[in-house]
């Protein structure tokens, strides 16, 4: 992909002195619910109003859209309120049904992305259509996938692209409902600085209550815009009651961001700001490592001093120290400091295995 310029225009053209903000319920759910949302959401910043219209459930039998009945509602409130419609689309059916009804942005869930024939299925519906696309990551953390998503729609000459962030599956319980592994929309960012990003806190918190800190978050990594699932009556939502919130508490949110101005004589500063959110991120991700390996330290703790086994393990520690050694300096690091770093791992290791041995 050459040229990503042009990626951005559509949102160039907007001109908007703040971020771009996509709101709306998670699902249409009635026509009156439709407009009622759209209407409290005019006099606010979102100027795109998102609704599910087909909805992917992780299990059957559970609310699975409105359909095709909805799109008219979606017609009304463009006309209504001047906003942007957007809707997601996941097969031919859905990409015919939105371009029949003019919807303006058409976004790829992550259940989507990850399946390149839907995903091809799609791009080749919308060669030669003037729409803006958007591409949610894939349900787990694989950014090639990802960009193999957007690759596809540009190659069928969609110019109009941008990717939302919403989060990535864990196995593992974790405070949100799809962990926000930022390394990953980092990493995309450095890539192709001109793809717009859009933050999702709703679908990563999974709640109301994280949706604040996961926006700033982001702003402060220079997303473009979030996109946030906003519900006249969020507990009587169909879909996603937990997360969803009020379009008076997007208010309240978007006053309480802090956006950086970028002024020129601060170039310097708001670089040197944006890289200090990205080592403040990793530092996170360190010290989550560390504590997951202490985890594991722990448990081998518990089978030593079940089965009588001493804590120092001379030959595995040799072992260790050597290939973390070598592991290290491929990526870039002295054995030096690697040694230094893991001697301090191992020797917190110890003390924790010891703890748990002499337990009585
Ligand atoms: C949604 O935006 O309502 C949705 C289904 O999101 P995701 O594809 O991120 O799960
Ligand atoms: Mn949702």
């Known amino acids: 992909m050459e040229n990503t310029k042009e ?26 619910q439709v407009l009622k949302i759209a209407h409290e959401l005019k006099n606010t910043d979102a100027t795109v109003f998102r609704a599910g219209v087909w909805k992917p459930r992780t299990r059957p039998g559970g609310f699975e ?40 942005i058409l976004w790829l869930g992550a259940r989507t992305t990850v399946n390149p024939f839907a ?58 409902r799809n962990v926000p592994q930022w390394q990953l929309p980092i990493a995309l960012k450095q890539k192709f600085p001109d793809l717009p990003i859009i933050n999702d806190p709703s679908h990563i918190c999974g709640n109301r209550t994280g949706i604040q800190e996961i926006s700033q978050i982001a702003l402060d990594l220079n997303f473009e815009g979030l996109m946030i699932e906003t519900h006249i009556t969020p507990d009587e939502a169909w879909s996603d009651a937990a997360q969803q919130i009020t379009p008076a508490r997007l208010v309240e949110i978007m006053e309480d961001l802090k956006v950086r101005e970028p002024k020129a004589e601060g170039e310097t500063l708001d670089q040197l700001t944006g890289l200090r959110a990205e080592i403040d991120v990793i530092d996170n991700h ?12 722990d448990q081998i703790g518990v089978i030593k001093k ?24 491929v990526r870039g690091l002295s054995e030096a400091f690697v040694e230094s ?3 301090s791992i191992h020797q917190e290791s110890i003390n924790h295995q010891k703890t748990i041995v002499n337990e009585k």
């Open 341 to 343: 770093v893991f001697k």
């Open 65 to 104: 859209g409105i359909g095709a009945i909805a799109l008219p509602w979606l017609q009304r409130v463009k006309k209504e309120t001047g906003m942007l419609i957007a809707v997601e689309v996941a097969n031919l059916a859905h990409v015919k049904l939105a371009l029949a009804a003019d919807i303006d």
């Open 119 to 176: 995903v091809q299925e799609i791009a080749d519906a919308l060669n030669g259509t003037d729409k803006i696309v958007l591409v949610k990551n894939p349900i787990n953390p694989d950014l090639a996938l990802w960009l193999g998503g957007v690759e596809r729609l540009h190659t069928a000459n969609i110019k109009k692209l941008g990717v939302i962030h919403r989060g990535f599956s864990s196995y593992k319980k974790t405070k949100y």
């Open 286 to 297: 360190i010290l989550d490592t560390l504590s997951e390996r202490m985890k594991v330290v």
């Open 306 to 329: 079940s089965e009588n086994i001493s804590i120092l393990q001379d030959d595995r520690w040799a072992a260790i120290l050597a290939s973390v050694k070598k592991e290290g300096v």
């Open 7 to 32: 990626f951005r225009t559509w949102l160039d053209d907007m001109q908007l002195d703040h971020p771009l903000v996509i709101a709306g319920p998670c699902s249409a759910e009635t026509e009156e």
